[in-house]
């Protein structure tokens, strides 16, 4: 008979609740008060009621046995070894109602009868013990005899079972498995016996496989806690919680990956590939090692910032995202100078590019000046050129509307800032040079003639003889471009 073990195993997907061995057992007439007591315990109906009488059995409480599993046979008939397990806990009742009433029937001493030992008693004895011999020799014969031996090896066959069966009940997988081993040595061919063994070691298996999934997790060894999930759901997709546990692994590995690529950008100064890492991070687990991750996403929206401001034919929409890299910096760390000191700076730089491309460049050029004098390299430079740049088309539209030496104050401005290429500002002041030295021809004087009278004839040659080819009128004035001798 199956020994009393109370411990739930870890790894157990169903903890059966302690059984009180003073409660009896009382059911509704629909069952629903079973229904209700294991939806609180998160078990199925018959799983709960074959528990439940199971702890019952082990306690030697048949009665309140006999009434789950009568309830059970109720809900699941076909459930296997249910029938020997009740026709057992029947035996023992009756059993335990023949002690009862051995212990209860008053000692009743026999009235005394005269002692007479006739020699007829002596032969009597001796006939039955020849005709028993005699019928055990005839039933042994007929396989009775053998059968009533059998009914004990099915009783210690039944009690294997059962014992596998509440062992795997209460997660005892080793206890589970040893009964039912023991159960195949003596019924090799019974299906039951090697299918209870199989499912035994399948949940020892899993069972630690999960235990080891746990501590891996634990250690923060994704890697291995996903080895050890995948395995278990390999074999059982619907083991305990082990399908919610792989996608948190998943997700943990997921960021691992992205911090460690993440890491290696910044090394490598690829901010933008950095912050792209870091800002998946932020939104996937805002939790996920908050503080470094904080920390990388300043730097990087710092160092972003800038980048993209001075990178080569960085225009006006660059210099926009950049300011909102400084305004995320702001937002980690409100107080920090660099980061306010960076927006108030591209700000300023921002202005004076509208300016430029609006065509203001009195203006784009007064903002300029004001920023490199606080910062002469501001945007590794491109500020300085783009002043340059200003310089130079205000000096051409000086040249352009005649005024040259407005133009060659221009260009020496120009020429004084330190940029890599200088040649538009050189020719332009070539161009001043050459306006200038040019002398402006003085205008001479050209003769006219004023019409007097009312109408004279234009002919096409000096003579009347040749044809008139127009009339000019009084008042009109006719230039003199020669005259005949």
């Not at 619907?238 to 399908?243: E, K």
């Not at 065509?359 to 002043?387: I, V």
């Amino acid at each position: 008979m199956a020994e009393h073990d109370p411990t739930v195993r870890s790894g157990s997907s169903q903890e059966p609740s302690e059984v009180s061995a003073e409660w009896t057992p009382r059911y509704d007439a629909d069952g629903s008060a079973d229904a209700r007591r294991a939806a609180l315990e998160g078990q199925e109906l018959p799983d709960f009621l074959y528990q439940r009488g199971m702890a019952h059995y082990q306690r030697r409480e048949w009665r309140a046995a006999l009434e789950y599993f009568t309830r059970l046979r109720e809900i699941q008939p076909d459930r296997p070894g249910l029938g020997p397990l009740l026709d057992e806990v029947q035996w023992f009742i009756q059993l335990e109602s023949l002690g009862q009433e051995e212990v209860e029937r008053p000692y009743l001493p026999a009235e005394p009868q005269p002692v007479s030992r006739p020699r007829w008693t002596l032969r009597a004895l001796a006939l039955v013990l020849i005709v028993a011999a005699v019928v055990v020799g005839v039933t042994w014969s007929q396989g009775w005899l053998t059968g009533w031996l059998g009914m004990g090896r099915q009783a210690e066959l039944q009690e294997l079972y059962n014992r596998g069966q509440s062992r795997l009940a209460l997660g005892d997988y080793e206890g589970a498995r040893e009964a039912f081993a023991r159960l195949v040595e003596l019924a090799p061919d019974d299906p039951e016996a090697r299918a209870g063994l199989e499912r035994a070691e399948r949940l020892k298996t899993l069972a630690e496989r999960y235990r080891q999934a746990t501590a891996a997790i634990l250690a923060e060894d994704w890697d291995a806690a996903a080895a050890h999930l995948s395995a278990i759901l390999a074999v059982d997709p619907n083991y305990a919680d082990a399908a919610q546990q792989a996608a948190f692994v998943a997700r943990r590995q997921e960021l691992d990956r992205l911090y460690a690529e993440g890491v290696r950008l910044y090394d490598l100064g690829d901010w933008a590939g950095a912050l792209a890492r870091f800002e998946q991070i932020e939104q996937r687990d805002p939790g996920f090692r908050r503080d470094a991750v904080q920390e990388f996403l300043f730097v990087c929206y710092l160092n972003d910032g800038w980048a993209l401001i001075s990178q080569p034919g960085a225009g006006s929409e660059e210099t926009r995202r950049a300011i909102e890299r400084f305004g995320s910096a702001l937002r980690i760390h409100p107080r920090n100078v660099q980061a306010a000191e960076a927006r108030r700076l591209s700000s300023i730089y921002l202005e004076a590019q509208l300016a430029f491309e609006r065509g203001d460049l009195a203006d784009a050029r007064a903002r300029l000046e004001a920023l490199l004098e606080e910062k002469p390299d501001y945007a590794s430079g491109r500020a300085m050129e783009l002043l340059f740049t200003t310089l130079v088309k205000m000096g051409d539209q000086a040249l352009a509307r005649g005024e040259p030496l407005r133009a060659r104050e221009l260009y020496q401005a120009a020429l004084e800032l330190n940029v890599p290429d200088r040649a538009p500002a050189e020719a332009g002041l070539r161009a001043v040079e050459l306006a200038i030295a040019t002398p402006t021809p003085t205008p001479t004087p050209t003769p006219v003639a004023v019409v007097r009278a009312q109408v004279l004839n234009v002919r096409a040659g000096p003579g009347t003889e040749f044809d008139v080819i127009s009339q000019v009128r009084v008042d009109d004035i006719l230039q003199v471009i020669a005259r005949t001798p």
